[in-house]
């Protein structure tokens, strides 16, 4: 009887358990799909939001580019006012780029990836942000390997991404070394790694500024998340570098800590051996301030200074 009436608690007891257990999980599945919910909720005012910056960007941005054609074409070459037309209209011309990309993530359609060697799609960024790190006082040094392997991709957004990543990397050490300093340097090397049974180029983009805290770090690639409130940061400009790492099969990761160091590393799938196929050559701002990088070239000369 005794046993009986024992067996009996137990069973309750593990009636209750597994009705709590039940609870749960309900309840952690109903906050995983309300997450969900407001992450689509947020991506489709995203893509609203994308679509309105590209038309009203567009428009001005045309008279720009017509205007900087007309006095390139009617200003003499040596002239200072052609050269300054000239980069305004390739910057320009990257700016009208961007947005027809930006607008790619937020219309269905076919995509084009063509292979290209990153040493081109670097040399094309750097002609882009030397102007932005040269006012800044900020340096780099650029490493890369001789006889690189071409990836496939659209040398456009992976030109976007490196622009930003660059871009992040000065605003850390400018952070941290406010006025001209030695250490007011950001490194961009290339490499081929290994990982998943295939090789990867690699891109990798580091800097001794500020860092990144821990909380921030495991956020970093959410969409309109952003750690430069203050600065008028809108929290897009690395989502949209991993949706650009991710539609290339690839991915983008970061290493920090605070104070010491900050890492992006950006891996595309190797697409043939070096020397094999045609590439696709990105094109460069109008007005080239720098000479290329090349294969086999480590340079500390701190390039984007002089």
């Known amino acids: 009887m005794h046993s009986d009436k024992a067996t009996e608690n137990k069973q309750e007891r593990a ?3 597994d009705d709590v257990c039940r609870g749960l999980c309900a309840g952690l599945e109903g906050q995983e799909l309300e997450s969900q919910l407001r992450q689509q909720q947020r991506l489709a005012t995203l893509g609203l939001l994308i679509s309105g910056i590209a038309h009203e960007v567009n428009n001005p941005l045309t008279t720009v580019m017509n205007y900087a054609q007309s006095i390139v074409e009617s200003e003499p070459a040596s002239s200072p006012v052609h050269s300054f037309a000239r980069e305004i209209l390739g910057n320009a011309s990257w700016i009208a780029d961007l947005m027809r990309n930006m607008l790619g993530f937020v219309r269905e359609g076919p995509r084009r990836y063509d292979p290209a060697r990153m040493i081109d ?10 102007p932005l790190l040269s006012r800044r006082q900020v340096e780099i040094a650029v490493s890369i390997p001789p006889n690189l392997p071409a990836v496939l991709c659209r040398s456009q957004e992976i030109q976007q991404v490196l622009i930003n990543l660059l871009t992040n990397s000065c605003d850390a050490v400018v952070a941290r070394y406010p006025s001209r300093d030695s250490n007011k340097i950001v490194s961009l090397s290339l490499q ?7 090789a990867w180029v690699r891109t990798t983009v580091e800097d001794r500024g500020v860092g990144i805290t821990p909380e921030v770090r495991v956020r970093i690639f959410e969409p309109l998340f952003t750690g430069k409130a203050e600065t008028g940061g809108m929290g897009l400009g690395l989502w949209i570098c991993q949706r650009i790492a991710t539609s290339h099969q690839g991915s983008l990761s970061v290493e920090s800590e605070v104070g010491q160091f900050t890492r992006f590393h950006l891996d595309l799938p190797v697409h043939s051996e070096p020397g094999e196929g045609q590439v696709h050559v990105p094109q460069q701002a109008a007005s080239e ?7 086999g ?10």
């Open 15 to 17: 009636q209750e358990m």
């Open 121 to 130: 799609i670097v040399n094309a960024t750097l002609s882009l942000v030397h």
């Open 192 to 198: 081929v790694v290994s990982g998943d049974g295939r």
């Open 289 to 295: 301030r720098l000479p290329d990088v090349q294969e």
């Open 297 to 306: 070239q480590r340079t500390d000369e701190r390039r984007a200074a002089s």
